[in-house]
Each structure stands twice: as structure tokens, then as C-alpha cells.
């Protein structure tokens, strides 16, 4: 098993340029995430899919979009980046949504010039 | 919402000495917390968790307890070791529809040969 994976794992963007990161999980978990890491301030969720079918937005979702594509996969657009987008993006998933152990992808490090 | 802090930001022990990080929250409707760790440049992994149904527990050199009247649970790393040295994150969540994880900001643990 892969288990979660990203694509890319790098990426740099000019301002006002869109973007798709994807994300797919092998292990058949029912509930998706979005986060992103910003030095000294950990892991802030931007959406989740609690299960195939839905999609909520989460404590930081301004400037971003999501699919949740099928059970495997959802992903993350960046309509319009700027520049405080600048981040680490990962993704992680779950095997249901309440109080589940979440295993997370290995990242996407995004420049936004 | 919930509000995970996380104190030290930084730690140094010696090599075979004990470290403990602590992490308090703010709403006491959340019952999973969660301990993730994360070595320089790669994905947070869960290294053990705690329900609010138990007090302590206990996995290896690694152990995690929960205070719930006074709203903060601890992670106890005895006998350190070099391999340990990277950055943890404590976290919160509850089961009530709105309830995602928080994540505090993490301390850096440096363990000194």
C-alpha cells in the first residue's frame, strides 16, 4: 500500500497563476483533509470530506476550492495564488471522521512569487 | 471554537533524560487527543493517542495523560534518545458535527549525545 500520496511535491507559482494539488489514499478511508503548515503555527485545516459525496470548509478555506473526486482521491485548487499562500500543503485521510487515527500524504511545498 | 496551546515551543534535553510537552484546550465537548510527530522535511506521523475515557497511556518509551477537569493532557518521552529530535504536535478534536482537529504549534525537541 502507498497509503496517501501527493502530486507535486514542489511547486512555484507567480501571483494570480492557478493550481491543482491532488491527493489519493489506497487504504479505502472514508474522510479527507487539507492542511497547511506555516512555520510556528502547525497544521490548520482549509477543507475536509467527512465521506464520499461531501466537502466542508474548514478554519482557514479562503482562496482555495476542493473535489472529492471518488473515495481515493481529492484534491485542492488555488484559483488566483497569492503570495500568503505560501505554504506546505498536506493532505491526510481517515478511516471515518470522528476521532480516527489521520495518516498523511508527504507534503507539497508551494512558492507563491 | 477550539484553541489547542502547546508549551515549550523548544525543548533540549540530554541524551537519556526525560521530556515533557504540554497541551491544554478549550472545549470540553472534545474527547480524542491525538500526538503526532514530524522529523525535518517529512509528513507528521501519530506516535500515540489518548480518549477521554482513560487517563493515561502508556507505549514503550512514550506516554500520554489526560486531565480533563483541568482541560490539558502531557506527553512523557523517557530514556531520550538522538532519534527523537524533531517537532510534536498535540491535538484536539470532539465528535459533534463542526468539531475538527486542532493542532497546537508544536514544540521542537532537540535530544543532545
Known amino acids: 500500500n502507498a497509503g496517501v500520496t501527493q502530486t507535486p511535491k514542489f511547486q512555484v507559482l507567480k501571483t494570480g497563476q492557478s493550481m491543482t494539488l491532488q491527493c489519493a489514499q489506497d487504504?479505502?478511508?472514508?474522510?479527507m483533509y487539507w492542511y497547511r503548515q506555516d512555520p510556528g503555527m502547525g497544521l490548520r485545516l482549509i477543507y475536509y470530506?467527512?465521506?464520499?459525496?461531501?466537502?466542508d470548509k474548514g478554519e482557514v478555506p479562503n482562496g482555495y476550492n476542493v473535489s472529492r473526486l471518488n473515495k481515493r482521491e481529492f484534491s485542492l485548487r488555488l484559483e488566483s495564488a497569492a503570495p500568503s499562500q505560501t505554504s506546505v500543503y498536506f493532505c491526510?485521510?481517515?478511516?471515518?471522521?470522528?476521532?480516527?487515527?489521520?495518516?498523511f500524504g508527504p507534503g507539497t511545498r508551494l512558492t507563491v512569487l | 471554537g477550539e484553541n489547542v496551546e502547546q508549551h515549550p515551543s523548544t525543548l533540549s534535553v540530554q541524551e537519556g533524560d526525560s521530556a515533557v510537552i504540554k497541551c491544554t484546550y478549550s472545549?470540553?465537548?472534545?474527547?480524542?487527543f491525538p500526538w503526532y510527530k514530524q522529523e525535518l522535511g517529512k509528513r507528521p506521523q501519530l506516535i500515540i493517542d489518548?480518549?477521554?475515557?482513560?487517563g493515561e497511556k502508556k507505549d514503550q518509551r512514550i506516554a500520554v495523560t489526560l486531565n480533563k477537569t483541568a482541560k490539558h493532557f502531557s506527553l512523557h518521552i523517557t530514556e531520550t534518545q538522538p532519534e527523537d529530535s524533531a517537532v510534536y504536535f498535540c491535538a484536539a478534536k470532539g465528535n459533534n458535527y463542526g468539531q475538527n482537529f486542532v493542532f497546537g504549534p508544536g514544540t521542537r525537541l532537540s535530544v543532545l549525545p
Open positions: 472545549d470540553s465537548a472534545s474527547n480524542y
Open positions: 489518548i480518549r477521554s475515557n482513560v
Open positions: 491526510a485521510s481517515s478511516e471515518g471522521f470522528h476521532t480516527d487515527t489521520q495518516y
Open positions: 470530506s467527512a465521506s464520499e459525496g461531501t466537502t
Open positions: 487504504m479505502n478511508h472514508n474522510s
